[in-house]
């Protein structure tokens, strides 16, 4: 049987980035089924808001401070995450290191500040519905803050290793800071129910 060559895709990338990428599509989908997980339990904040005769319930609202910390924290990493997507874009691999290290701090930061935030909530989870919706609502976005954190480390931490050599890696980095995006979206809305709600 004699072989001919059809068509030459030698020259072709490796690998994809963004939606030529399957890894991309995964976090397209984790982040639905988890956007979804966070607007049931805002609905279900609104719907007891709503139903009790008075909100939040005979507590004192929670002390904004460290919550407007963290939001100014992570809106301000949105500018060198921006940043690191480009030099991702672009395979350049010294600046995309520096970005991974910054957005390393950039992560750990609000984690640091959100131990100070559980007690500034002035409620315990247990001691009424309200305390228990505040609770669920810190901790499910900090579940993402860890999930997001540990990814970056991982990453930062292999592109310091010949596995950064692989094209592959950056669009993992590209991958990692399209969720990034989310974690710092989704914290908006939850800072307005958490601090400022009970407060109206």
């Known amino acids: 049987m004699r072989e001919r060559t059809v ?9 994809g980035s963004g939606p030529r990428s399957p890894t991309w599509w995964g976090t397209l989908a984790f982040i639905a089924l988890e956007g979804t997980g966070f607007v049931l339990a805002a609905a279900t904040y609104l ?23 963290v939001t100014i924290l992570l809106v301000a990493s ?45 409620i315990y ?13 810190l901790g499910l976005h900090t579940l993402h803050l860890l999930t997001d954190v540990g990814d970056t480390i991982v990453l930062a931490v292999l592109m310091f290793t010949h596995h950064g050599n692989s094209g592959r890696r950056f669009a993992d980095v590209e991958d990692n800071i ?16 958490i601090y400022w709600l009970p407060r109206f």
């Open 125 to 137: 989870w247990d001691t009424n519905a309200y305390g228990s919706m505040l609770w669920v609502l």
């Open 7 to 15: 068509l030459e895709l030698s020259s072709l990338p490796t690998f």
């Open 47 to 69: 719907y007891l808001a709503y139903i009790a005769p008075g909100w939040p319930l005979s507590a004192a609202p929670p002390n904004h401070w460290p919550g407007t910390i």
């Open 78 to 122: 949105l500018v060198p995450n921006h940043i690191l997507s480009g030099y991702a874009k672009k395979c350049e691999m010294r600046p995309v290191r520096i970005g991974m290290l910054v957005m390393t701090a950039f992560g750990l930061a609000p984690l640091i500040v959100r131990g100070f935030e559980f007690p500034a909530l002035n």
């Open 178 to 193: 399209f969720y990034w995006y989310f974690v710092v979206l989704t914290w908006l809305p939850l800072y307005f129910l």
